[in-house]
């Protein structure tokens, strides 16, 4: 088992119906959203369903430019206000004691993530301060306990001697794990195709510390591209019920002009094309075409026999996003090898794309986004194969 | 080989307790080993041939040379089945009209593994008992006193009465609470043919742990298992060496040939990984994986 349910805040039966899922592990909370007492219930029913729970301190929210804030973490005693790369160790120690308290107050035993600050690159003046919020937090909590923090921003993985540099030092790090971070540009769901070999130096990097060096890797709102830190070895990954809780973009802790806008359409997680299409044009599209057959499933062909999409609910489609991707993170996980777990995704990623080649042939206009992002997983698959000697 | 700068009859004197052998075992830069036998144990007795400042009060405030220093701090700090120790301290003995400083180490008469390699003794049963040695030897350096030796190899590997394999030599040993030694160039003092791939870079503290032990101990293994340097042969020039060595290990196929198990061919190979971060993050994992520990 292996997915988390990123929870932003709601009712707690939605981890529920998460935790009936056969891949779901766990839960990680957010203190930005809940106040103690909301997540103290949330939390009790999440130990009821038996799932792992994990909260994110969110401290990265504070080294933001323009600052970042998070409306609850006062009330929770995490609101940090600013955080600076030159912080002293009695500030460190102050602000990993805080969210050790809260941990405490919520009555966590187990493993507690650390707070760390945003990194724009591996070399960065955050670096050392990163490294320091952990040390600090596995000397207070017990190395045992402390799952390290490396949130970045996903320019930072462009320069691998610099990531490779980087994994010299972290892999000194006496600590249980790691939870992964990677910032990506705000903008529409699904996220944009990932560019050059940023995804591939990522899957090294999770490759490094999750197999090599045997640490707990938890790439924390990881979605669909999870099920490639899956592959090359990550213990969890994360995705959540809406779109701001299936990509980590620190923009939304940031002051915003936006006004809102219309509810974002409901999608259908196609899993034999590994991505959520809009259910009430995309996906009717397909059904209506001649591709029936290979893009649906049975059950989806079933599902879909006496109703029309445009009867799919935002709802449904939550629940049924993360019950398709724990069943595909399952199947990765229960392979074992990383070998065989490799080549599984490839092969579901080189089925995708080829349907979706057959669907442009066939006259079915679906954006090329899709097909874009199947595709550079697909090559940062193979380049991470080779790079490895796999 | 220097004569020594005082008389034997004086050293045979000064230390009438030792039976010692007129010929010198040995010369180094700062000191000379004599085989000696006290108490019908064969040991070797060292002495620094920079004699001892007139005024000096007490062996507490001596200040000696870095190397010298930190290979009997070495000696002192560690207890390892596999590292050599001190069987006793440093002294100062009067030898003519000057004072030298003195300690006796044990004496192993299996020779070197450099010899053993030589001697076509390269193969499965040196390479696994030479991999489980300095294993358990880097394990005790690292976690009883934070020391890398930072020069493992053949040359400094000594092979007992029972043919168990004892590291020597601590004088370029790193200990992470002392200044780092360095050379003109600011780079980490080393053995070339036998240097992981960050030593050779500059200002790479941060990454010279006990992993740059576990590169050496990967090249010293191959080499007992195999009989020849994964990366080293005659003609080879600086630049092509160093590319070898950073663009990753050799393969298990050699090591098996040598009759090593896949298990610890493996693991061989991940000791020899271009960057610590793909060896162990802990000596304990090394020795899992090699079945000890």
């Known amino acids: 088992m292996s997915l988390y349910v990123q929870h932003g805040y709601g009712k707690a039966n939605k981890i529920s119906e998460a935790a009936r899922y056969p891949g779901t ?43 970042g804030s998070a409306r609850k973490h006062a009330q929770n005693g995490i609101d940090f206000g600013s955080i600076h790369w030159s912080d002293d160790l009695r500030t460190i120690e102050r602000r990993v004691s805080a969210v050790g308290n809260l941990g405490d107050r919520l009555g ?71 939870y992964l971070l990677v910032a990506r540009q705000r903008g529409t769901y699904p996220a944009a195709p990932w560019s050059g070999a940023r995804l591939s130096n990522l899957l090294k990097l999770i490759y490094s510390l999750a197999i090599v060096n045997e640490y707990e890797v938890i790439w924390g709102y990881s979605d669909i591209e999870g099920l490639l830190g899956l592959a090359v070895g990550a213990q969890g990954i994360a995705a959540g019920w809406h779109n701001t809780l299936r990509s980590f973009t620190p923009a939304k802790w940031q002051p915003s002009l936006s006004q809102g806008g219309r509810p974002p359409a409901a999608r259908y997680f196609l899993s034999n094309l590994l991505s959520p299409l809009r259910a009430e044009d995309e996906v009717s599209l397909l059904y209506r075409s001649r591709l029936r057959e290979e893009v649906f499933t049975p059950v989806d062909r079933e599902r879909f026999s006496a109703r029309e999409f445009d009867s799919w609910t935002r709802p449904e489609a939550q629940s049924h996003h993360l019950a398709v991707l724990s069943e595909h993170a399952i199947r990765i996980v229960r392979l074992g090898a990383i070998n065989d777990r490799v080549a599984y995704l490839r092969g579901l990623l080189s ?40 | 080989m220097s004569p020594a700068p005082f008389a034997f009859e004086a050293l045979e004197a000064a230390l009438p307790e030792y039976e010692i052998r007129d010929v010198p075992l040995g010369q180094g830069a700062d000191k000379i080993a004599y085989k000696a036998n006290k108490d019908a144990r064969d040991v070797v007795v060292k002495v620094l041939t920079e004699p001892m400042p007139e005024d000096l009060d007490s062996l507490d405030t001596l200040e000696l040379p870095d190397r010298i220093g930190r290979e009997l ?122 240097a992981a791939p960050e030593q050779f870079e500059l200002r790479r503290l941060a990454t010279i742990d006990f992993r740059t032990d576990l590169f050496l101990t990967g090249l010293v293994a191959y080499e007992a298992y195999t009989g020849r340097h994964p990366y080293f042969e005659v003609g080879i020039d600086t630049a092509t060496y160093l590319n070898r060595l950073a663009s990753g290990a050799p393969g298990v196929d050699d090591l098996l040939r040598a009759g090593c198990s896949e298990r610890h061919a493996r693991l061989v190979v991940r000791l020899l990984a271009g960057r610590p971060s793909g060896r162990f993050r802990t000596v304990a994992l090394a020795r899992r994986m090699a079945g000890e520990g």
Do not use: C
């Open chain 2, 73 to 194: 701090a070495g000696m002192s700090n560690v207890q390892s089945p596999h590292v050599v120790s001190l069987l006793e301290k440093p002294s100062i003995a009067r030898l003519g009209n000057r004072s030298y400083l003195w300690y006796v180490e044990p004496y192993y008469p299996g020779g070197t593994l450099e010899e053993a390699i030589e001697k076509s003794q390269a193969g499965a049963r040196l390479g696994q008992t030479v991999l489980a040695a300095m294993l358990r030897a880097i394990d005790d350096m690292w976690n009883q006193a934070r020391i890398v030796h930072r020069d493992i190899k053949p040359g400094n590997i000594v092979l007992d009465n029972d043919q168990n394999p004892i590291l020597l030599d601590l004088g370029i040993a790193f200990h992470s609470e002392l200044t780092e030694l360095t050379d003109a160039m600011g780079v980490s003092p080393r053995t070339p043919r036998y």
């Open chain 1, 351 to 390: 089925n995708a794309s080829h349907l979706f080649a057959t669907a442009k042939t066939a006259g079915i206009a679906l954006p090329g986004l899709y097909q874009a992002r199947v595709e550079s997983f697909a090559e940062s698959l193979d380049s991470f194969v080779r790079e490895e000697y796999l």
């Open chain 1, 108 to 178: 966590i035993s187990g493993k507690m993530i650390a707070p760390s600050g945003l990194q724009y690159s591996f070399a960065d003046v955050w670096t050392p301060l990163a490294f320091q919020y952990a040390r600090t937090a596995a000397d207070m909590w017990g190395p045992d306990r402390t799952i390290a923090t490396i949130a970045i921003d996903e320019g930072a993985l462009d320069d691998w001697s610099r990531v490779a540099d980087w994994l010299d030092v972290a892999t000194t790090l006496d600590v249980a794990g790691f």
């Open chain 1, 25 to 67: 592990v766990g839960v990680i909370l957010s203190p930005g959203d809940e106040d103690e007492q909301s997540l103290s219930m949330t939390i009790g029913r999440a130990l009821q369903d038996d799932l792992r729970v994990l909260i994110d301190p969110q401290t990265y929210v504070y080294g933001l430019s323009p600052g």
